[in-house]
């Protein structure tokens, strides 16, 4: 019987970290979903801010848990969370929000998101095409 590390070893080439990655965008969603109270917003942007900063951090802490997908399949959760992070950034502009800490904290936020799920997502594509290697 083989141990982790020893299949870990195994395998030919580095893959992206997929949990990581989907862990870093579950914090950060987290941060887009309290954003708004704590650089202290208003309007819509702020209602916007939870809604899309809970479906972020939801489906990333869901794509770290299981990144070969569970029951949804494998490129559903990252992708919804890419579409969340895309949001996030035109949000702003939508809204019209004044350039200040919360246009510039969604900005940020939201496209460092987009790029975590792009980056989720291309990890999953490698993970699939791996052969899986059974004991």
């Known amino acids: 019987m083989s141990t982790v590390s020893e299949r870990r070893s195994t395998r030919t080439g580095r893959l992206p970290p997929v949990p990581r990655l989907a862990g870093l965008a579950a914090v950060l969603g987290t941060w887009i ?22 479906v972020a951090a939801a489906f990333a802490a869901y794509t770290a848990a299981r990144p070969s997908g569970g029951r949804l399949p494998a490129p559903v959760a990252p992708l919804i969370v890419l579409v969340a992070g895309a949001w996030t950034v035109a949000a702003p502009f ?9 246009f510039w904290s969604n900005v940020v936020a939201g496209a460092l998101v987009a790029v975590l799920a792009a980056a989720c997502l291309y990890g999953g594509r490698k993970l699939e095409a791996e052969p899986s290697t059974s004991a």
């Open 94 to 102: 939508v809204f019209g929000v004044e350039m200040g800490i919360l």
């Open 33 to 54: 979903f309290w954003s708004g109270v704590f650089v202290t917003g208003f309007g819509w942007i702020v209602t916007n801010n939870v809604l899309v900063g809970a």
